[in-house]
């Protein structure tokens, strides 16, 4: 992915623009990561602290003491943490601002962000694995079907 350097940038600060030069989605680096960028497809575990333009914190996992996860690529976030998680190694943590057209738009997600809302995210990246073969549903789905074809199995007899 091609990255541009965020408007009125200077010097050697790790601001970049990802949102193709127009400003909309920014990540500043705080602390580089090693290896590859994460794959598409993988299930991302990270620390997460969401902010309002206003500094009021919304979310964070940090407090909770319980990393976020879920699976890249699948449209489980909002656009910004797609496209900018997609960017970063393991170890990394980063700060992105996120503009209402990658995040809720003019919605907003009731009670804790409003419509239009610009969102700060400190995301601390802290790994990836494989996804699960089945999500929870799924696999809860497929053993009340094991277990009632069992049953009738058995009634059959």
Known sequence: MHHRRAPNE??????????????????EILLEGKGPTIPKGM????????????????????????????????????QGWERGILTMQAGERSIFCISPEYAYGKEGKAPDIPGNATLTYDVELLGWTDPPLL??????????????????WIGAR
Not at 10 to 27: A, I, V
Not at 52 to 64: A, I, K, N
């Open 135 to 152: 999500d929870k549903f799924s696999a809860t789905l497929m053993a009340f079907w094991v277990i009632v074809g069992g049953i009738l």
């Open 10 to 27: 200077g010097g050697d600060t790790k601001k970049l623009d990802l949102s193709n030069g127009e400003g909309r989605l920014t990540k």
């Open 43 to 78: 299930l991302a575990k990270m620390h997460i602290v969401g902010k309002l333009e206003s500094g009021s914190v919304f979310s964070s996992s940090r407090e909770e003491s319980s990393p976020v996860e879920f699976v890249i690529g699948r449209g489980e976030a909002i």
